[in-house]
């Protein structure tokens, strides 16, 4: 049973940095793809950054470019998002998912209904960006 667990959220001041971790268990690592997701109050849940099975391919949403690091460590089963430069509208409730063998930047572009089709969800992890 593919599980994944998010920590690492808190409240932060704008500019600042937090390093969120998403623990797997349950399935062949190498086989998944891993995505960040995040849902701010009131709007869709969106694509934040995607990191391949082996860690080769990782793909950003245009708002985190240059602030925002994906990496994946299979022997430690993590998955870990680096985000640095807060700000404010970075506010939301942060996921991980997993794909089975989901290219980066279509597992990223999922949203919607489309959402329901990823293998596993954590239960997420809320930042807050304020001063």
């Known amino acids: 049973q593919l599980q994944l667990v998010e920590s690492g959220g808190g409240l932060v001041q704008p500019g600042g940095s937090l390093r969120l971790s998403c623990a797997m268990s349950g399935f062949t690592l190498n086989n998944y793809a891993i995505g960040w997701f995040r849902q701010a109050p009131g709007k869709e849940r969106e694509g934040v950054s995607c990191?391949?099975?082996?860690?080769?391919?990782?793909n950003y949403a245009d708002s985190v470019k240059g602030r925002f690091t994906i990496s994946r460590d299979n022997a430690k089963k993590m998955v870990y998002l680096q985000m640095n430069s807060l700000k404010p509208e970075d506010t939301a409730v942060y996921y991980c998912?997993?794909?089975?063998?989901?290219?980066?930047?279509?597992?990223?572009?999922?949203?919607?209904?489309?959402?329901?089709?990823?293998?596993?969800w954590g239960q997420g992890t809320l930042v807050t960006v304020s001063s």
């Open positions: 990191i391949s099975g082996l860690g080769i391919s990782t």
């Open positions: 998912a997993a794909g089975w063998r989901r290219t980066v930047q279509a597992m990223c572009g999922m949203d919607g209904d489309a959402l329901r089709a990823l293998d596993a």
